[in-house]
């Protein structure tokens, strides 16, 4: 819808300006929503969120000012550094629920609460972005039953397009939680449909919290909304940040900044994936380059497994082994991970080279790394079984089943089933079968 930018108050304050694309800023429709919002970020009050210093939505182009929070966004923080620890997630689920009260408490419904929306102060967690946000009144339910808001952080009432309350933003708290904790969705990946299908059908993924955490997030996920606890509840239940705590965040991330080359090289790399998805191969390299030129070590690090994806798929197999290789010797111990994934899937499906792949997925093992060591046990034990190496590929998934989350426990499950179809015994197969059936 526009542009942010750092700006300053004549007064020297820091604030982020957001500017009205000129398109829309002659659209009178628009100029209205943007009103709305205006107001509706005016109204809201507490520690927890983003205050509106001044705005004109009568000027051409129309804008919004905002206190300007230094540090990363959780998407961003989780991105880069892996799951926050659990003392974390505890304080920002508490920040959280007390930003959204704050919203409630002015008769708004955020709407839209998700990693993007939430900035990690060094002093707790802000709530964003209120560009969806309704009043609890008649127009909380659109009359058109549009969808609006984010599919893997939606409930199901705004999946089906029903009236969207407090309770709402109480799912969508559950669902960030998740996130922060594990770095993936309650509801998986994939295509927005089939995330909003299982949101309806399926019970949330909380493997990977802890116990007290998982069925305190469970409750915020229940479909029904009278189920779910109310804010009040959650703050009772979560530890918030002690004043004037500097400390809340792990070290890595609270070093992180927002600053403007910061937000470049972030904004470099998700164009890279854009551009590339496009099919624009030559542009995504243009992108993905300057990122690595101008990032830190660990946005370089992403920004060279992105392209060097890019040239194995582009069947430029030296260079793409060249970027991995960089990839590992600049990244955190995920990324480096990471890409000894992908040079084993370099050697095995692109070279042929089944002994270099071998070894790069055992290093992959070795590192322990959540996602990573699964994913690499699966392919070490396909890899034994195109050599006919049958037990060996049976104590591979076997090891697999043990260690990874309910997703990659299945993907175990089915290959190792596969194996025993082929080897004939049939039983067997039909157990394990039976066993990807039952992972809640």
Not at 36 to 56: H, K, L, M, P, S
Not at 267 to 286: D, P
Not at 309 to 331: P, S
Request: negative net charge; hydrophobic residues 40%; charged residues 25%.
């Amino acid at each position: 819808m526009g542009q942010v930018f750092l700006g300053r108050s004549r007064g020297g304050r820091p604030v982020a300006v957001k500017v009205v694309r000129p398109e829309l800023a002659h659209d009178e429709g628009f100029r209205r929503r943007f009103a709305i919002e205006v107001e509706a970020a005016r109204r809201v009050g507490g520690f927890y969120t983003a205050q509106v210093v001044d705005a004109d939505t009568d000027a051409d182009p129309p804008w919004l000012a905002t206190d300007y929070i230094t540090g990363p966004s959780l998407k961003q923080a989780v991105a880069i550094h892996g799951p926050l620890p659990p003392a974390a997630v505890g304080v920002l689920g508490a920040g959280l629920a007390e930003g959204l009260a704050a919203i409630h408490q002015c008769d708004l419904v955020h709407r839209d609460l998700k990693p993007g929306n939430v900035i990690l102060s060094a002093n707790g967690p802000r709530v964003i972005d209120f560009g969806i946000a309704r009043t609890l009144d008649a127009t909380s339910h659109t009359a058109t039953g549009a969808v609006i808001g984010t599919p893997a952080f939606m409930s199901p009432e705004q999946v089906q397009g029903g009236e969207v309350g407090p309770a709402s933003d109480v799912f969508s708290l559950g669902a960030v939680l998740v996130f922060a904790a594990t770095n993936r969705g309650p509801f998986g990946d994939g295509h927005s449909h089939a995330i909003m299908y299982r949101i309806l059908h399926d019970d949330p993924d909380l493997t990977g919290l802890s116990m007290d955490l998982a069925d305190l997030v469970g409750a915020c996920l229940a479909r029904r909304p009278q189920s779910r606890p109310s804010l009040d509840d959650l703050l009772d239940r979560l530890t918030g940040p002690v004043e004037g705590a500097t400390r809340w965040l792990p070290p890595e991330v609270t070093t992180m900044s927002t600053l403007p080359e910061q937000e470049r090289v972030g904004a470099l790399i998700s164009l890279g994936g854009l551009e590339k998805e496009a099919g624009n191969l030559e542009e995504a390299r243009k992108l993905y380059r300057q990122a690595i030129e101008t990032g830190n070590p660990e946005e370089v690090a992403t920004a060279l497994i992105e392209l060097g994806w890019l040239e194995k798929e582009a069947g430029n197999l030296e260079e793409a082994r060249k970027l991995f290789h960089q990839a590992i010797e600049v990244g955190n111990p995920w990324q480096k991970a990471k890409a000894l994934i992908c040079l084993g899937c370099l050697e095995h499906d692109d070279a042929g080279n089944v002994e270099e792949a071998r070894g790069f997925w055992r290093r992959a093992v070795e590192s322990g790394q959540p996602g990573i060591a699964p994913q690499a046990l699966v392919n070490l034990a396909s890899l034994e079984k195109e050599a006919g190496n049958l037990e060996e590929a049976r104590k591979l998934y076997r090891q697999a089943t043990e260690t990874g989350n309910p997703k990659e426990v299945a993907t175990a499950l089915k290959g190792w089933g596969d194996l025993e179809l082929s080897a004939g015994n049939l039983e067997r197969a039909r157990q394990l079968y039976k066993q990807i059936l039952d992972i809640k």
